[in-house]
């Protein structure tokens, strides 16, 4: 990362990252605008940073797939009180159930 044209970009947003930890602070939150302008500065130098770039976009596709997984495996279980066949199964309770599925939409 340091031997391309964002080295400096990268050296504030890795300063970043390690005064976030050290602070134990949101480093989503905190580190949000120089995690922008690095991956703008890489996007401008995609010459040099492509094998990285091409990675996180392999990395990110690959998470929308395994969260689409987990949403259709989510809605396929049936939730407490949901059923119109009047027979007793055994259900997780639907509390919990309901506040994953919100949480996941």
């Known amino acids: 990362m340091k031997g391309g044209g964002c080295k400096e970009v990268f050296i504030n947003w890795e300063n970043c990252i390690v005064e976030g930890e050290i602070n134990k602070e949101n480093i ?27 990675a996180e ?4 596709h690959e998470a929308i797939n395994q969260l689409n997984k987990e949403k259709e495996a989510l809605a396929a279980v049936p ?6 066949s009047g027979a007793e199964e055994q ?13 996941l939409r």
């Not at 939730?79 to 119109?84: L, M, N, T």
């Open 79 to 84: 939730v407490a009180g949901a059923s119109d």
């Open 57 to 60: 976009k392999a990395a990110e």
């Open 91 to 103: 259900k997780p309770t639907g509390d919990f159930l309901n506040k994953l599925k919100n949480f």
């Open 28 to 54: 989503v939150d905190k580190c949000f605008d120089v995690t922008s302008a690095l991956k703008k500065c890489m996007e401008a130098h995609s010459d040099y940073y492509a094998p990285i770039l091409q």
